[in-house]
């Protein structure tokens, strides 16, 4: 099973909501990443989990929030984004020890 | 800072021939890892090729091969045979292992495939 999964697909969510993005694999990766894309630009890096600790948080506003409750789920909690913030959300995981990552569809992320 | 620069944002190339996508990047590092990843419209990145700077032979995985000259830092991507569902947002990447597998992306090329 070589499949990072993620929901929802789309998300549309005013500025004072609070929602939460997932992300789930089960091939045994310890290093979970999250990833943020604006139409015809190249994935930028949010946070980087490696063995349910967060190693790499890139500046992100407080208003996006990432936890990692096991070695399987990532989630990204959002609260009071800016309409700035919509954006694909990628998730993707890898072996700790570093190689190629592994990408989940996305979740396309409206704020109104 | 690692950078990685695709100087074409645009290529397209007729079924069936072949077509060469450029990146050329910067470290001080020896040892990192070069990746090609493809994002057709559906959004889904995928992983189409993998190269560790330490061998010296040029990856293949079917259609696709790459042209690592590490003295020169440049990573290009040949596809032959080119088919429709090559069309896709073609994106190089670098990193450093052991660095908390931070991976830097370039630019992307955008690549059309006309029947």
């Known amino acids: 099973d070589t499949e990072v999964t993620q929901t929802p697909k789309h998300l549309v969510m005013g500025m004072t909501n609070k929602k939460s993005l997932k992300c789930e694999q089960h091939m045994g990766h310890r290093a979970m990443y999250w990833y943020k894309q604006k139409a015809k630009k190249p994935p930028e890096l949010m946070f980087v989990y490696s063995y349910e600790k967060l190693s790499i948080n890139e500046s992100v506003p407080s208003r996006f929030s990432p936890e990692c409750p096991n070695s399987s789920l990532l989630n990204l909690h959002l609260h009071a984004l800016q309409p700035e913030d919509s954006a694909l959300y990628l998730c993707a995981s890898s072996q700790d020890w570093g190689g190629e990552q592994y990408f989940g569809p996305g979740t396309r992320l409206t704020v109104t | 800072a690692q950078t990685v620069t695709q100087s074409q944002p645009e290529m397209s190339v007729q079924e069936a021939e072949t077509v060469t996508l450029s990146c050329t990047y910067d470290?001080?590092?020896?040892?990192?890892?070069l990746f090609w990843y493809k994002q057709p419209p559906s959004r889904q990145m995928i992983l189409v090729i993998r190269q560790e700077a330490y061998k010296q032979q040029n990856a293949t995985e079917n259609r696709f091969s790459v042209n690592f000259q590490k003295a020169a830092k440049s990573f290009s991507l040949k596809i032959s045979d080119s088919q429709l569902g090559d069309t896709a947002m073609y994106f190089c990447a670098f990193m450093k292992p052991y660095n908390n597998n931070d991976m830097r992306f370039g630019a992307g090329t955008r690549l059309t495939v006309k029947p």
């Open positions: 470290t001080s590092e020896s040892n990192y890892y």
